[in-house]
């Protein structure tokens, strides 16, 4: 487990590192593989907020504590991340795959008549820029890890064509898959 910790707006103290380091060796019994965690220590006048992150083979999860106190912030974001962590081993080991099949529930429908046309008046502005990495998975594990982190879409890179797609979440809770293919 590789554990970095950024401060932000504050003293840079070894305890406080060391502090978060060995709060996050509690999470290692609920992951084998080898994973990465990123701590952001920040100080904002009163609030004490401990961002962490967990980037694993196929997962991203994310926790925030907030307190008046940094330690008890650590504290907050650990219980977070341990529930989340929790939760997603188990559904890890409830998973079984369909043989490569794809899960009933994603659809590939057409678009509708008129949609992606700039509105009246000109071409649509871009508001938002997000950068996201493709990593390699199966649309099943994309689907799980779309439940885990509670996002309506996700970016990856499928692992039997190696072809970037996204999944997004339907109204009606299926799903629908764009896939990309190179020309």
Do not use: C
């Amino acid at each position: 487990m590789h554990v970095t910790v950024t401060f932000r707006h504050m003293e840079a103290t070894e305890p406080l590192r060391t502090y978060a380091e060995e709060k996050t060796e509690r999470l290692a019994k609920y992951l084998t593989e080898p994973i990465e965690v990123h701590w952001v220590l920040t100080v904002e006048k009163i609030r004490h907020l401990a961002d962490a992150t967990i980037i694993g083979s196929g997962v991203s999860i994310k926790a925030q504590g907030d307190t008046q106190d940094m330690y008890s912030a650590i504290d907050m974001a650990i219980e977070k991340l341990e529930t989340q962590v929790r939760k997603h081993k188990e559904k890890v080991k409830a998973h079984k795959p369909l043989n490569h099949a794809e899960p009933s529930s994603i659809r590939y429908p057409a678009a509708p008549a008129g949609e992606g046309e700039p509105a009246e008046g000109g071409a649509p502005r871009i508001v938002k820029k997000e950068n996201q990495f493709a990593k390699p998975m199966s649309v099943d594990e994309a689907a799980m890890q779309m439940s885990i982190a509670g996002t309506d879409f996700l970016v990856f890179m499928e692992s039997t064509t190696s072809n970037i797609s996204v999944l997004y979440r339907l109204g009606n809770g299926d799903y629908g898959l764009i896939e990309t293919q190179a020309r």
